[in-house]
């Protein structure tokens, strides 16, 4: 069964600390590993996917990368407005049998001006 | 906004009833997708319609049901519903050309609270 682990279950830092979150994973034959950001009371919303291990990805000041067991999000000198909670998925090899992703429980990041 | 419209957005309702929620996709998104978010189980996966057809199933309990009509839309219903049903019920949709994208776009949800 596919397994999604983050790190931690909550962080907080104050604007402009940079971390890091983690996302451990296992899963039979990965298709993609996903990070998704939910805001309080709105549905999750899609940041990026990773296809292959030592592949990265970075959009305004996060940055994603990935390794054969786990990812990180990096988030660079973070705002109050980055603050969510970051939700990392996998999407195992279906073929044409599906699309299900597993997701982890999320690390709610809040950040202190 | 992501384009992908749920209704109704907060339900209250009693054990042993049965609810219906519905959505509808992004234009132009064939995929739909039906997750359960509660407190203590994070999102998970019920079950996913492609273009009509079942394309995927999760934990999806007996009492749940699921189908989507030839305009796209999908409707997922709860029976004998039970305390433990509490939860939110985000619906996503993907890009047309993507079957098995994980590139999902999910609605706000809707919050559902049984008594």
């Known amino acids: 069964e596919d397994q999604v682990t983050q790190s931690p279950e909550a962080l907080r830092l104050q604007e402009g600390e940079s971390s890091s979150l983690n996302c451990s994973y296992t899963v039979s034959g990965l298709r993609g590993l996903f990070w998704y950001r939910q805001d309080p009371g709105k549905g999750p919303e899609f940041l990026f996917t990773?296809?292959?291990a030592g592949e990265e990805k970075e959009k305004e000041r996060l940055k994603a990368t990935l390794t054969k067991k786990e990812s990180f999000l990096h988030i660079t000198a973070p705002k109050p407005e980055d603050s969510a909670t970051y939700l990392c998925a996998v999407q195992r090899r279906l073929g044409t049998s599906g699309s299900r992703l597993t997701f982890g429980e999320g690390t709610q990041l809040t950040v202190n001006p | 906004d992501s384009g992908v419209t749920q209704t109704p957005k907060h339900l209250i309702t009693a054990t042993g009833q049965r609810v219906t929620l519905r959505c509808s996709p992004r234009?132009?998104?064939?995929?739909v997708y039906w997750y359960q978010q509660s407190l203590d189980q994070g999102l998970q996966f019920l079950i996913q319609?492609?273009?009509?057809?079942?394309?995927a199933k999760g934990n999806i309990l007996e009492r749940f049901s699921a189908q989507q009509f030839p305009d796209l839309h999908s409707e997922l219903n709860l029976s004998s519903l039970e305390l433990g049903d509490s939860a939110l019920y985000f619906c996503?949709?993907?890009?047309?050309?993507?079957?098995?994208?994980?590139?999902?776009?999910f609605g706000e949800g809707s919050r559902l609270t049984v008594l």
């Open positions: 990773l296809y292959s």
């Open positions: 319609y492609y273009n009509g057809e079942e394309r």
């Open positions: 996503a949709s993907s890009v047309a050309r993507g079957v098995n994208t994980g590139e999902l776009f």
């Open positions: 234009s132009g998104d064939l995929s």
